[in-house]
């Protein structure tokens, strides 16, 4: 089993920042399995926000957040990050952190079996 739980979320005006953490646990939980971020808008399919290597070598980003967030991860301690600075109203959404089996991070959200709850982001005007 893996286990995945964020934090940080909150409220916060546009131009603002936020720093998401992901704790990682579970017997079955490697610290080779890619991690990403997704998120969720209300009435909106679920999306890739950003992915991760195991080791760093490989980090993507979606467009809309390419030079305002910054993914980071810390295998010491399995925790996987998100910077989040100049926020915009439109990046409120739920966020969710998922690990894959797959040594490479996809933007695919069907490659990720693994899930946290997630963690609500609201950006105000």
């Known amino acids: 089993q893996v286990q995945l739980v964020e934090s940080g979320g909150g409220l916060v005006q546009a131009g603002g920042s936020l720093r998401l953490s992901c704790a990682a646990s579970?017997?079955?939980?490697?610290?080779?399995?890619?991690m990403g971020w997704f998120r969720q808008a209300p009435g909106k399919e679920r999306e890739f926000v950003a992915g991760?290597?195991?080791?760093?070598?490989?980090?993507d980003y979606a467009d809309s957040v390419k030079g305002r967030f910054t993914i980071s991860r810390d295998n010491a301690k399995n925790t996987m990050y998100l910077q989040m600075n100049t926020l915009k109203p439109e990046d409120t959404a739920v966020y969710y952190c998922?690990?894959?089996?797959?040594?490479?991070?996809?933007?695919?959200?069907?490659?990720?079996?693994?899930w946290g709850q997630g963690t609500q982001v609201t950006v105000s005007s």
């Open positions: 579970g017997r079955t939980f490697s610290t080779y399995y890619a």
């Open positions: 998922a690990a894959s089996r797959t040594l490479l991070p996809t933007r695919s959200r069907y490659d990720y079996p693994y």
């Open positions: 991760i290597m195991w080791n760093g070598g490989t980090i």
